[in-house]
């Protein structure tokens, strides 16, 4: 389904469902499909909300959309995800020209963008940085492939790595 089909389907969902809105725009972003409504008289964000599981089940979703007010332009952004996401690779992001021109004084390889574009921070400018999540969420591959970015990018860098299990960083012994 192109976006002139999903916008359309997606009106006569919110006719049935009584929703008053209207939709201002319908642009693909990667795996998501980003709408900006317009709430007409009568409408509400709430009802929207309400209403997330049918519009993802008429839209055929592979999830319940994110659905969040941008209070300053007056509109409800709404993005549903169509596809699914695609593998980033490292090796990928340590080529692109984000990462070799770097400004960074020690750049981190944080991934990419719904967009596809490298993501990269400097860890000079973090007072903090904290990596958490569930088990199989990707915590040791963010890991991997921050310490391997500053191996790639610093010219002398000297890591202290505690790994309590000796599992996670035994690759990196010497």
């Given at each position: 389904m192109n976006n002139a089909e999903t916008t359309e389907s997606l009106s006569k969902l919110f006719a049935q469902l009584k929703i008053k809105t209207e939709i201002r725009s319908c642009r693909q972003e990667s795996s998501f499909l980003v709408f900006d409504l317009v709430l007409r008289?009568?409408?509400t964000f709430r009802k929207i909300e309400r209403y997330s599981t049918e519009?993802?089940?008429?839209?055929?979703?592979?999830?319940?959309?994110?659905i969040y007010p941008i209070?300053?332009?007056?509109i409800v952004r709404m993005e549903v995800m169509?596809?699914?996401?695609?593998?980033?690779?490292?090796?990928?992001?340590?080529?692109?020209?984000?990462?070799l021109h770097s400004r960074a004084?020690?750049?981190?390889?944080?991934g990419a963008c719904r967009l596809g574009l490298p993501v990269i921070a400097d860890l000079t400018e973090m007072p903090h940085l904290l990596i958490g999540g569930t088990t199989g969420s990707g915590k040791s591959?963010?890991?991997?492939?921050?310490?391997?970015?500053l191996l790639m990018k610093g010219d002398s860098v000297n890591l202290a790595l505690i790994d309590p299990k000796r599992v996670e960083f035994?690759?990196?012994d010497e």
């Open positions: 008289p009568g409408g519009i993802a089940l008429g839209l055929k979703a592979l999830s319940e959309p994110l209070t300053k332009e007056g169509v596809s699914e996401q695609g593998v980033v690779h490292f090796s990928s992001l340590a080529a692109s020209d984000a990462f004084k020690l750049p981190l390889v944080l591959v963010m890991l991997h492939s921050i310490i391997n970015g035994s690759c990196y």
